[in-house]
């Protein structure tokens, strides 16, 4: 019997506005501990929380991005709970009424489109952070840093519609892409402002009710959600080969020993006791307002990737690679723009430019070479000023250098030998030193001329344009075989 992989996410994104949710201090990460706090974020009594905006249109944004149907009237509730980095003894979160609801995200699975569907995604605030030992710089106590406590957050739920861990990973990173493009979450899972929270349970092939489901919490990269996914998809399956069951319960994944452990079983589940929250009034959203904010959304990453394969006519894997990031689509857009070829334009970037950006660790907006710099390389190509080979060296100098084109091959003197008499005696020059080839040629190994093409070029150090060359050498060799 085959049995099949049944997972659902809940993702965890902090919200990039410069401040808290329901107080004015800043979100700013490694700030010194408790410094960005203030009585709101540190509940301390009698105080009030208020409603950020700004917290409220990003949140908007990235929902209307998943496809969402938004909520003209929602509302905030209290989970409540003990733990000593919450200062309130409750989190304010939405739970009978979140904000967005009933979307989807597509992703593509081997050229096929596959639709993930959204359960919902509500609004909340993050906790602030225990530190222990080492991390508090006094090797023996645990403390509390507060300045995440009140960082708004949304959650996106998934419903249980993941069946491979490719689909995971697709969905995980085009997630990433939409809330980047949106520039609403600068997702730096190191930071801890994306975080991944699993179910996962396995039934035998073709049956529709799902199985027992564990929770997995604590994964803090893709690698370790699609590791701590593949870890656990074998115990399930292992126990239900085995006709035992799969306790439902929540587990940790334990990166240092490469296995999940259990953190607590349904019985030790906590209670959260939600009620309204009463110290904010329902969230109502003017209906003119998301017009507004609908109307200023950038297009997204998919729109973009279908748009880019059409409109400059290349293939679905550059289109994908290129659209990763808004900063590259627009540095290949802009360069597509002053050299008009897609598919040469998308060589370049894809293999030359992000090779080097990778070599360097450089972001795209620190490329020291410009998408007219690109353009201006590409056109002294298309007009053999420059041959390909050269061109390669042209595109490290201009890395490097920052320079344009034009003055690199100027400098350097790499402009191509176009000049016919003095390409003659270079030529004349090959012949007379190969006459094997000379020979394997006339007698009908019509090959042997690429052997001689490179020698021309070898001689010019790659100077020599090579159409050229082939004319003058057949010329040549033409003469010579009728006399
Ligand atoms: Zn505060
Ligand atoms: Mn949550």
Same mark, same amino acid.
Do not use: C, H, Y
């Given at each position: 019997m085959n049995y099949q992989l049944v997972v659902g996410l809940e993702v965890h994104a902090e919200l990039s506005t410069g401040s808290k949710v329901f107080c004015g201090c800043p979100t700013r990460f490694g700030g010194e501990p408790n410094s960005q706090t203030c009585p709101v974020c540190l509940g301390l009594p009698g105080v009030l929380p208020v409603l950020n905006k700004k917290v409220v249109e990003y949140a908007i944004r990235a929902a209307l991005a998943m496809n969402c149907e938004i909520s003209r009237h929602s509302r905030f509730d209290r989970k409540n709970y003990y733990y000593p980095d919450l200062p309130k003894n409750y989190q304010i979160s939405q739970n009978y009424l979140p904000f967005a609801y009933n979307g989807h995200l597509n992703i593509s699975i081997k050229g096929a489109v596959k639709r993930i569907d959204i359960d919902n995604i509500h609004l909340e605030e993050d906790a602030g952070k225990n530190l222990h030992g080492e991390d508090t710089g006094l090797a023996e106590d645990s403390l509390v840093d507060f300045n995440r406590a009140g960082v708004p957050l949304i959650e996106i739920v998934t419903r249980p519609d993941m069946h491979s861990l490719e689909e995971v990973e697709k969905f995980m990173t085009n997630l990433r892409d939409v809330l980047l493009y949106l520039g609403i979450c600068d997702c730096r899972m190191e930071e801890g402002s994306l975080r991944f929270e699993a179910n996962i349970s396995m039934r035998p092939e073709g049956e529709s009710r799902l199985g027992n489901? =564990? !929770? @997995? &919490?604590? #994964?803090?990269s893709f690698k370790m959600v699609l590791k701590a996914l593949e870890y656990e998809m074998g115990r399930q399956e292992n126990l239900l080969r085995e006709g035992k069951t799969v306790?439902? !319960?929540? @587990? #940790?994944? +334990? !990166?240092? &020993?490469? @296995?999940?452990?259990?953190m607590r079983g349904k019985e030790e589940a906590p209670d959260y006791r939600y009620f309204p929250e009463p110290d #904010? =009034? %329902? #969230? =109502?959203? +003017? %209906? *003119?307002?998301? &017009? *507004?904010i609908k109307e200023s959304l950038p297009e997204l990453p998919q729109a973009r990737e279908m748009r880019l394969m059409k409109e400059y006519g290349i293939p679905e894997y550059d289109s994908a690679v290129l659209t990763a990031n808004r900063p590259l689509a627009d540095f290949y857009e802009e360069t597509v723009r002053l050299f008009p070829n897609g598919k040469m334009v998308s060589n370049w970037v894809m293999v030359e430019l992000l090779g080097r950006l990778k070599e360097r660790n450089l972001k795209i907006e620190d490329s020291p070479l410009r998408p007219s710099h690109l353009a201006e390389m590409l056109t002294l190509i298309k007009d053999g000023l420059i041959s390909g080979k050269i061109a390669k060296d =042209?595109?490290? *100098?201009m890395f490097t250098s920052g320079k344009g084109a034009r003055i690199v091959v100027e400098e350097k003197g790499w402009a191509q030998i176009s000049d016919e008499s003095q390409m003659k005696e270079i030529v004349e020059e090959v012949i007379r030193e190969n006459p094997k080839s000379v020979e394997d040629f006339q007698g009908g190994k019509k090959k042997a001329i690429t052997f001689l093409v490179g020698q021309v070029m070898k001689e010019t150090r790659g100077k020599a344009n090579p159409q050229l060359v082939n004319k003058l050498l057949r010329e040549k060799l033409q003469i010579k075989s009728k006399m």
């Open positions: 489901r =564990v !929770e @997995m &919490k604590n #994964l803090n306790q439902p !319960e929540t @587990m #940790l994944w +334990d !990166e240092a &020993k490469g @296995m999940t452990s259990a #904010l =009034v %329902p #969230l =109502v959203i +003017d %209906p *003119e307002w998301l &017009k *507004e =042209v595109f490290t *100098e």
